[in-house]
């Protein structure tokens, strides 16, 4: 599973208060732990009013990549901000992100256009999130069309299929395993994505949902997840599912985890 860190998001609220204060050493430490916690990459969102936005960016992308080696997940719902600090990036990453709506394929595509940058796409358009099958397949194929017409193969898209909180949609879930297996179908090579906390919005006991959904999506074809590195429950449960799927062989991942206490009791 590749993990996208989490942790470095101007809407948490302890982010968002190192940002206002303008506490490096905060932020340093966040990338800091996470690299060590094994993420891939570490999402980098400002969340602040979009006036501040880029400077924000700026500030944190500096912090991190001063911090830790590994590459960044630029995040920005306004591609705009994305393009005026891309080339500030050390090294190719992801784009968090792109969808059908407004102009976000026309600037980000041609951004990473001939470069090893990989890219989020969302299933959602003009219209919102359709909480349909269908529509979200449709709009995988006009996202991954309009990457190639800019040389950007499938296997450079992270699709997430953007899954709708259980509370408010009892059939999130199955909608979410469903859109996989089709794109999978269509697309072998793409990777598949996900917010992990996002299902249990609304929810009691959210980290009990939050770990039962890594497990089925895993299970289902997930390649990848927006998640907390740092959380050993979260990392506990990843590790057993790698190893019930058979992708650990002899268990080797699960037990050293285990034997250098990275996971269960502390």
Known sequence: MIIIGE???GTIPVVKKAIEERDAEFIRNRAIDQAEAGAHYLDVCAGTAPEEEV???????????????????????NPRSIEAVFKYAKKPGIINSVSLEGD???????????????VIALTCDNNGIPKNVETRIDIAKELVEKASTYGIAPERIYLDPLVIALATDNKSVLNFVDTIHK????????????GLSNISFGMPLRK?????FLTIAAFAGMDSA?????NRDMI??????????GLDR??????????KGLIGPK
């Open 208 to 212: 009990v949902v939050n770990q039962t």
């Open 104 to 118: 976000k394929c026309e600037v980000i595509y041609p951004l990473i256009q001939g470069t090893e940058w990989q």
């Open 250 to 259: 002899n268990c080797r991942k699960y037990n050293t985890a285990f034997r």
């Open 183 to 194: 794109i999978k179908e269509i697309y072998p090579t793409i990777k598949i994505t996900s």
């Open 55 to 77: 400077e924000t960016l700026l500030w944190l992308m500096d912090i991190v990549q001063d911090a830790v080696d590994i590459p960044l997940c630029i995040d920005s719902p």
């Open 236 to 245: 506990a449960t990843l590790l057993a599912t790698e190893a019930l799927m």
């Open 226 to 230: 927006i998640m907390d590195p740092c």
């Open 7 to 9: 942790k470095i998001n």
